[in-house]
């Protein structure tokens, strides 16, 4: 009871800071600055919005493991500079993290935004090595919409195919909330990013799951009700499961949608072991 009033406590007082106009800022505030080393503002590309943070561990942690990390933001809004506090939490574990900025709707639509976290992991893999990182030991992370980018970019072989790479050559796939199977849309913001009602049905994640598919770890809120979880991660969890593909799923109680990934700054690690989860799944798949 005592620690279940604690959690009570912690999410009724930071859960409006992450609904707030600014509430990543807060949370960055908060996170130590001695657990990483940080490259800001790395170009994968010419445009503007394709740029990635390096976070390292420190101290360094040879031939450490590496994530890319994708946000959501229903695919119209999001800025690398915005989760630190995810960066400083993969680095705080000895994981090279690269959080990448894409290009948003409505400025491009479906599939400009894959195209562009292909492009991202591509950078991650050749560049890895220079931030202390294995290539052979690299990952796709996502939260909800990003966990929509990381999810295709592991499972539809046209993304990474398209700049000389493969999804056996990625050592996991981590969904936080992810958004897998979503048609019919009807969210206007995101009809607009996919073309709707003219969206393929091969855009979405389920379509693609396949015996190629890296091993997976799925994480959602039990009550998420922006992205159904049962539609979502159950449905993805069970489409690999039936492909052959080893693959970790749980639903957590006690977060929301949006605090579920607010779980991995320091100030809310009680309300999930979001990180204590990726930072198993990561170590356990790619131990010497």
């Given at each position: 009871m005592r620690r279940a009033?604690?959690?009570?406590?912690?999410?009724?007082?930071?859960?409006?800071?992450?609904?707030?106009?600014?509430?990543?800022?807060?949370?960055?505030?908060l996170a130590p600055g001695s657990t990483y080393a940080l490259t800001s503002g790395q170009a994968y590309g010419p445009n503007a919005r394709q740029k990635i943070d390096v976070y390292q561990?420190?101290?360094?942690?040879?031939?450490a493991p590496v994530v890319v990390f994708f946000y959501g933001g229903s695919w119209t809004t999001g800025e690398r500079a915005d989760y630190l506090f995810a960066g400083e939490a993969l680095a705080s574990r000895g994981i090279v993290t690269l959080v990448a900025d894409y290009r948003l709707s409505p400025e491009v639509r479906?599939?400009?935004?894959?195209?562009?976290s292909a492009l991202a992991v591509k950078w991650a893999a050749d560049n890895?090595?220079?931030?202390?990182?294995?290539?052979?030991?690299?990952?796709?992370?996502g939260h909800s919409?990003?966990?929509?980018?990381?999810?295709?970019?592991?499972?539809?072989?046209?993304w990474l195919g398209a700049v000389g790479m493969r999804p056996g050559q990625l050592a996991g796939f981590i969904g936080i909330a992810g958004a897998y199977d979503f048609l019919p849309i009807a969210i206007p913001e995101v009809q607009?990013?996919?073309?709707?009602?003219?969206?393929?049905?091969?855009?979405?994640?389920?379509?693609?799951?396949?015996?190629?598919?890296?091993?997976?770890?799925?994480?959602?809120?039990?009550?998420?009700?922006l992205v159904n979880p049962v539609r979502n991660t159950e449905g993805l969890?069970?489409?690999?499961?039936?492909?052959?593909?080893?693959?970790?799923?749980?639903?957590?109680d006690g977060v929301s949608h949006v605090t579920i990934?607010?779980?991995?700054?320091?100030?809310?690690?009680?309300?999930?072991?979001?990180?204590?989860?990726v930072a198993e799944f990561v170590k356990a798949n790619t131990a010497a």
């Open positions: 009033g604690l959690l009570g406590l912690v999410a009724a007082a930071f859960t409006p800071l992450l609904q707030a106009c600014s509430p990543l800022r807060i949370i960055n505030a561990p420190n101290p360094p942690v040879p031939d479906y599939p400009v935004f894959l195209q562009d890895a090595q220079r931030f202390g990182g294995d290539p052979k030991k690299l990952y796709v992370m919409a990003g966990g929509y980018n990381a999810a295709m970019v592991a499972l539809d072989p046209r607009v990013a996919f073309n709707w009602p003219n969206t393929p049905p091969d855009s979405q994640p389920l379509w693609h799951a396949s015996p190629a598919a890296p091993r997976a770890l799925l994480l959602a809120a039990r009550n998420d009700t969890s069970k489409k690999l499961r039936d492909a052959g593909v080893p693959v970790q799923t749980e639903m957590l990934i607010g779980s991995l700054a320091k100030p809310l690690r009680l309300l999930a072991p979001v990180l204590d989860r």
